[in-house]
């Protein structure tokens, strides 16, 4: 069994990002607005401004009260949108129950969309023309790839089947041409459909989901979960010390997948100014 170091990797690649941005001539620039006081989304926003910081990012930090209308938001992404200092503009999920981010994500540029969360770069994604991908999948297939495993007929299941994360992580690694299977909470037969799995990724945000007896001696397993535990403390969701035994490679939470995701946000945002 081996550990994937997600901050391993993650430095390795941030390393070499970083000569990259050292060398344009215009430095890049991320716009992240956040809504509302949620701890967690806070703690997320910190992280990327450190991020951009260490890189050579410009970074612009927007935080808008709870109370902030639709309308609020939505001129206030429209103005970064005509921003030729922002190249990259990141929404922090979730809203507060008020806004409907659906409509809200309308407002980004699809060239600013350093999430890739639009309707076109999901639907390029889909086309096998990968531009822009979202951050978290993007993540775990440089893990894959930094790792070495060969994804090429291996039957990879996904746990969760958000927009988000669910979907394009389908959606990478059938274009690695793997053979997937996405599960969700109507699958029937869930436990048979993961044993069967040679890479199982699970996305559903539930505690220690994943046990022992739903994965096949030598599979590689992903976590993806961020979760609290009954005790308050940083948990996936796979029950790490009951699965790792079995697997021949696997992510923990945390340290896994998680630096990994800000890694990929701070690539697109450097695509976004080579791509002017």
Do not use: W
Request: glycine fraction near 8%; include cysteine.
């Amino acid at each position: 069994m081996i550990i994937l170091d997600g901050k391993a990797y993650a430095a390795e690649l941030r390393a070499e990002l970083k000569e990259k941005i050292d060398k344009l001539e215009r430095k890049p620039g991320l716009a992240v607005i956040i809504v509302g006081e949620d701890p967690a989304s806070r703690v997320y926003v910190r992280n990327k401004i450190k991020a951009c910081e260490a890189l050579g990012i410009r970074s612009y930090a927007y935080e808008l009260p709870y109370d902030s209308t639709q309308k609020d938001v939505e001129d206030l992404l429209d103005s970064l949108g005509d921003n030729k200092d922002v190249d990259g503009v990141l929404l922090q999920l979730p809203l507060p129950k008020h806004l409907d981010s659906e409509s809200a994500a309308k407002h980004i540029p699809v060239e600013k969309d350093v999430d890739g969360f639009s309707a076109q770069n999901l639907g390029l994604l889909m086309q096998h023309k990968e531009n822009v991908v979202a951050c978290t999948p993007a993540g775990v297939m440089k893990i894959l790839e930094k790792a070495g495993i060969e994804l090429t007929g291996k039957h990879a299941v996904v746990l969760g089947r958000s927009e988000t994360v669910g979907k394009p992580m389908a959606m990478l690694l059938l274009n690695a041409n793997a053979t997937v299977t996405i599960c969700h909470s109507k699958t029937r037969n869930l436990k048979e459909i993961c044993r069967s799995a040679d890479i199982l990724v699970s996305a559903v945000g539930k505690v220690k989901f994943v046990t022992e007896d739903m994965v096949k001696d030598g599979a590689v397993v992903i976590d993806v979960g961020i979760n609290r535990d009954e005790n308050g403390k940083l948990c996936g969701d796979v029950d790490f010390e009951g699965v790792k035994d079995k697997t021949s490679y696997i992510t923990p939470v945390p340290g896994g997948v998680g630096p990994m995701t800000v890694t990929m946000l701070m690539y697109n945002t450097y695509l976004s100014v080579c791509k002017e």
